[in-house]
């Protein structure tokens, strides 16, 4: 089963916008393998935005991430790499699809609210990097209560 990597950036937890985004995983029907609340080191930071060290917003970025707590998660699901990027929207809030995540909650490209894995290789090396690799297993609970 895919998985993939999500972060709600330090304006969506300073917002509240916690429960409301992660409801819509949820309800789409994925599952939540692990999450934390967690301040974001430079270091860490980054290695996460690694491929974007040449943009000239990479100082910007690296300062806006490591600017106050952040919920890191990992979902699983079909295709959840994809979906979850459709759920999200557009890079830039004002280009985003109305019932989109960024559209919904968002105006500015810098504060956007959410990251989200973009390939099986960036959501592998996102949840080895965050997560040192590990999800919560499901296997001895599940089915108690249906
Ligand atoms: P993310 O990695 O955060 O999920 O966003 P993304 O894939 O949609 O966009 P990406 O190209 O990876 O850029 C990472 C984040 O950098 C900020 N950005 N600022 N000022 C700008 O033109 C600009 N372009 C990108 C955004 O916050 C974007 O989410
Ligand atoms: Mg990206």
Do not use: C
């Given at each position: 089963?895919?998985?993939t990597f999500?972060m709600?950036k330090?304006?969506?937890?300073?917002r509240?916008?916690?429960g409301?985004i992660m409801t819509?995983?949820?309800?789409?029907?994925?599952?939540?393998?692990n999450?934390k609340?967690m301040?974001v080191?430079r270091?860490?930071a980054?290695?996460?935005?690694?491929?974007l060290?040449?943009?000239?917003?990479?100082?910007e970025?690296?300062d806006f991430?490591?600017s106050?707590?952040?919920?890191?998660?990992?979902?699983?699901?079909?295709n959840?790499?994809?979906v979850a990027r459709?759920?999200m929207?557009?890079t830039?809030p004002?280009d985003a699809?109305?019932?989109?995540?960024?559209?919904?909650?968002?105006?500015s490209?810098?504060?956007n609210?959410?990251?989200g894995?973009?390939?099986?290789?960036?959501?592998?090396r996102?949840?080895?990097l965050w997560f040192?690799?590990e999800?919560?297993s499901?296997?001895?609970t599940?089915?108690?209560?249906?």
């Open positions: 089963m895919e998985r999500l709600i330090p304006d969506g937890v300073q509240g916008l916690i409301q819509r995983f949820e309800k789409k029907g994925f599952k939540l393998v999450a609340l301040t080191s270091e860490l980054e290695k996460h935005y690694d491929e060290k040449e943009k000239p917003f990479f100082g970025l690296v991430i490591t106050g707590p952040v919920f890191a998660m990992i979902w699983e699901g079909n959840v790499i994809s459709a759920m929207g557009k830039n004002a699809a109305p019932g989109t995540i960024r559209a919904d909650f968002a105006v490209v810098g504060m609210v959410i990251h894995s973009d390939s099986p290789e960036n959501a592998q996102e949840i080895d040192n690799g999800a919560i499901y296997d001895k599940i089915a108690k209560w249906l």
